[in-house]
């Protein structure tokens, strides 16, 4: 049986800032940097004023903001607010069949806050964070939504805790603790997509992480063979029920998926099995100026996953709409876009809007593209005119903003501007944008100017 338990926790303890190759660090500052700005975005939104609410102001020197109000809490505190702030929109990068950034980047400010870590700590958080995840993720064949798994908050829990041991220098024992701990707090369902409870997942998370590790600092135990063991993490979890335990590839360190998986930073606020969609459909109706009108009928095809979280054919609230194909290209269609602006419960409630979802078939592949993502190797969109005439679209197979197809520089920045300005002027927007690009050469991740 494999030490999987063990060896991650070596690399964990082992890595140096000097160790990160060139694409690791890229991915990890830009997906620290696109996580805060949504962060900032969610801050307002109700099911975070909900979680804040009950969250007490923390009077102790090591505690971490509120972002962006500043308020002091304890750090698991604000690596639960704050994580369900950077989920809420569903506008954070998605890679590894769920959202590390979600999780990784509050817990990594929160407790790199408390600790009074660099940039490049945090930047080595991150990647050993998500190498973690995507080390357990390999050895499992199926994919944890067919379960009934969110992959966020169950495979987040472990990747935080990788993190924030990593953040407080943990040798390889304790950070082996951290993760088996990690590991009893990780849950989260995909039937409660679309609801308050899916950003919550995020939350709990990056909480749990910071908990785990803290826990495991003070000699508190678990057991640390909690990944392999018959009764453990990856049997428990497994859609397949055939994990490779006994003779899979423990290559961490060594492979480095993040620089071949990096992360998809997205450009919708939906759930990401809409965006290849969205793209194909923005794109018939830009090429030939469509009109409601002139549409009797949007034709999708796409997995049989993608379609398995996109549960909400008629969606009556914002939330619901982000889980909904349907809704996506009713947007694409009447607004000629997907933005924050249409994934408002008025947009969605719009007459035009509940009568295009009527418009549209989905059809499903059980194929599925070779990656991190369950994915069918492409979405098909077609539009059948009022004529008769059908308008069809290029096989999208990779969605504008993923790191087959990435963003430029200008491009983040406006996303990120977008985001950060619902809150903050925009110097103050810019300058946050600026420190975060260069987020290694921070000595202090304190420096950062998260709010007002």
């Known amino acids: 049986m494999l030490d999987i338990t063990r060896q991650t926790a070596d690399f964990v303890a082992s890595l140096k800032p000097s160790d990160l190759p060139d694409r690791c660090r890229e991915a990890a500052r830009i997906g620290t940097m696109d996580c805060v700005g949504v962060m900032i975005a969610g801050a307002a939104e109700r099911p975070v004023r909900i979680v804040s609410a009950m969250l007490a102001t923390s009077t102790q020197n090591d505690g971490a903001p509120e972002i962006p109000v500043g308020r002091n809490l304890a750090a698991s505190d604000a690596a639960l607010v704050n994580g369900v702030a950077a989920q809420v929109l569903d506008y954070d990068d998605v890679a590894l069949a769920g959202h590390p950034s979600a999780v990784l980047v509050p817990a990594i400010l929160a407790e790199g806050w408390s600790l009074d870590s660099s940039g490049s700590d945090a930047l080595a958080a991150y990647v050993a964070g998500y190498e973690v995840w995507a080390q357990i993720a390999a050895l499992e064949p199926g994919h944890l939504h067919e379960r009934g798994f969110h992959p966020t908050a169950v495979m987040g829990a472990l990747a935080t805790a990788a993190a924030c041991a990593r953040l407080r220098k943990l040798d390889s024992e304790k950070t082996a603790h951290a993760i088996a701990i990690s590991a009893s707090l990780a849950s989260g369902l995909v039937a409660n997509f679309g609801t308050m409870t899916k950003s919550l997942h995020a939350g709990r998370s990056a909480q749990s992480g910071v908990i785990a590790a803290r826990l495991a600092d003070q000699g508190f135990t ?46 919708y606020p939906t759930c990401y099995a809409t965006h290849r969609s969205i793209d194909a459909m923005l794109g018939l109706v830009s090429q030939h100026k469509l009109k409601p009108d002139d549409v009797r009928e949007i034709r999708v095809h796409t997995g049989i996953t993608q379609r398995l979280m996109l549960r909400n054919g008629n969606p009556q609230t914002s939330l619901e709409a982000k889980f909904s194909m349907e809704f996506a290209m009713a947007s694409a269609l009447i607004a000629g876009r997907v933005s924050l602006s249409e994934l408002t419960d008025e947009f969605v409630s719009r007459p035009e809007v509940g009568a295009t979802f009527a418009k549209v078939r989905c059809t499903t592949t059980d194929e599925i593209m070779p990656g991190d993502l369950p994915w069918a190797p492409a ?55 600026e420190q975060l690009w260069n987020l290694e050469k921070l000595g202090s991740i304190r420096m950062l100017r998260l709010g007002h």
């Not at 859609?239 to 997205?266: C, H, M, Q, Y």
């Not at 009022?386 to 679209?393: I, K, N, P, R």
């Not at 290029?394 to 996303?415: C, I, M, N, T, Y």
């Open 222 to 267: 678990a057991s640390l063979d909690v990944l392999e063991h018959q009764t453990g993490f990856l049997l428990a979890h497994s859609p397949s029920g055939t994990p490779d335990i006994e003779s899979g590839t423990i290559d961490i360190g060594k492979n480095w998926r993040l620089a071949e998986f990096g992360i998809n930073v997205k450009r």
């Open 379 to 433: 979405d098909r969109v077609s539009v059948v005119l009022a004529s008769g005439q059908v308008l069809e679209h290029a096989p999208v197979v990779h969605a504008k903003g993923s790191w087959q197809r990435p963003l430029s520089r200008d491009e983040l920045k406006e996303k990120f501007m977008d985001c950060a300005t619902r809150v903050l002027n925009r110097a103050q927007a810019a300058d946050l944008f």
